[in-house]
Nanobody, 115 residues
Framework: QVQLVESGGGLVQAGGSLRLSCAFSGSIFGIHTMGWYRQAPGKQREWVAGIIGGESTNYADSVKGRFTISRDNAKNTVYLQMNSLKPDDTAVYYC?????????WGQGTQVTVSS
């Protein structure tokens, strides 16, 4: 059974940093994208960052230069390092994997940035 479990969210002041983790388990074949997404209250879920094809990374313009996505194959974990956080970054952050057959999602972790 495939599981994605996010952790590392919390409350931080503007300008601060957090590192989110997404630990995954189970057999997942043909992963195209390992990504982080977020959903703020009253808004649609949006893509934040992703590792494409296991190698290249890409970021939403709103986080470029502040967030860094990485992976540790030995730990089956994907990270999102978030620096220079802004109140607009407040959202529930989700880890999501895209394959040819289906998408997998974690349960989300809350990030709240106070001004």
């Amino acid at each position: 059974q495939v599981q994605l479990v996010e952790s590392g969210g919390g409350l931080v002041q503007a300008g601060g940093s957090l590192r989110l983790s997404c630990a995954f388990s189970g057999s997942i074949f043909g992963i195209h994208t390992m990504g982080w997404y977020r959903q703020a209250p009253g808004k649609q879920r949006e893509w934040v960052a992703g590792i494409i094809g296991g190698e290249s990374t890409n970021y939403a313009d709103s986080v470029k230069g502040r967030f860094t996505i990485s992976r540790d194959n030995a730990k089956n974990t994907v990270y999102l390092q978030m620096n220079s956080l802004k109140p607009d970054d407040t959202a529930v952050y989700y880890c999501g994997f895209t394959t040819a057959l289906r998408d997998y999602w974690g349960q989300g972790t809350q990030v709240t940035v106070s001004s």
